[in-house]
């Protein structure tokens, strides 16, 4: 238990479907990521948020969008996605926004498995 | 961006020790972690070194890092079955204030 949940953990949808991940963090961190996992792929940065606020989106599509509410919860609402949107969708949080600093070490939360038919 | 490399695959025998190697491009990298990945998990954080150190101990896990070279390892001693998974190398590039991952080495451990 690294202190993140996400739910759901699987999640099978057509691509006209509507959905969202949660993801929860219990640590009291104060930044939070996405991350897309895809089989023989490098883990991709989508999104990242500090203090509720995004700092970053690594050039990702409309169809994903995200939403902090609060620092304790991240959520990605997905909509009209393609088959190659099919991945691991991991969550992960850190103390601050990653500075270089051991301290900011991201603890990653188990993933939402996504299969888009 | 940085380039993290890992090669994708290492089998190793129970009680041997597994060596699972990771080279980087960005030579600002600032702290560099291993992270393994079970089967249905997430990522858990095994350990990290900062660019300034040479090699770090932790029990079973010993890291060493090559700055020159910019190769990172991950040695682990007494390799057990509970030990097959995937290991990540990931390189905290300041430039880009972002954490950039390899595709990952599935370690397998045969009885």
């Known amino acids: 238990e690294t202190g993140v949940t996400q739910t759901p953990r699987h999640l099978v949808m057509g691509m006209t479907n509507k959905k969202s991940l949660k993801c929860e963090q219990h640590l009291g961190h104060n930044a939070m990521y996405w991350y897309k996992q895809s089989a023989k792929k490098p883990l991709e940065l989508m999104f990242v948020?500090?203090?509720?606020?995004?700092?970053e989106n690594n050039s990702v599509p409309s169809r994903f969008s995200p939403e902090c509410p609060n620092s304790s919860h991240l959520f990605l609402h997905l909509h009209t996605l393609q088959p190659e949107d099919s991945a691991l969708y991991l969550c992960?949080?850190?103390?601050?926004?990653?500075?270089?600093?051991?301290?900011?070490?991201?603890?990653f939360g188990p993933g939402t498995r996504l299969t888009v038919l | 961006g940085e380039d993290v490399e890992q090669s994708l695959f290492l089998s190793v025998r129970e009680g041997d020790s597994s060596v699972i190697n990771c080279t980087y491009t960005d030579s600002s990298s600032t702290y560099l972690y291993w992270y393994k990945q079970e089967p249905g998990a997430g990522l858990q954080l095994l350990t990290y070194i900062f660019s300034n150190m040479d090699m770090k101990q932790d029990q079973r896990l010993t890291v060493l890092l090559n700055k020159k070279d910019k190769h990172l390892s991950l040695r682990i001693a007494d390799t057990q079955t509970g030990d097959s998974a995937i290991y990540f190398c990931?390189?905290?590039?300041?430039?880009?204030?972002?954490?950039?991952f390899g595709t990952g080495t599935r370690l397998t451990v045969i009885p």
């Open positions: 948020y500090s203090l509720e606020e995004r700092v």
């Open positions: 992960a949080s850190s103390q601050d926004l990653a500075g270089g600093r051991g301290t900011d070490t991201q603890y």
């Open positions: 990931a390189v905290y590039q300041t430039g880009a204030n972002n954490l950039f």
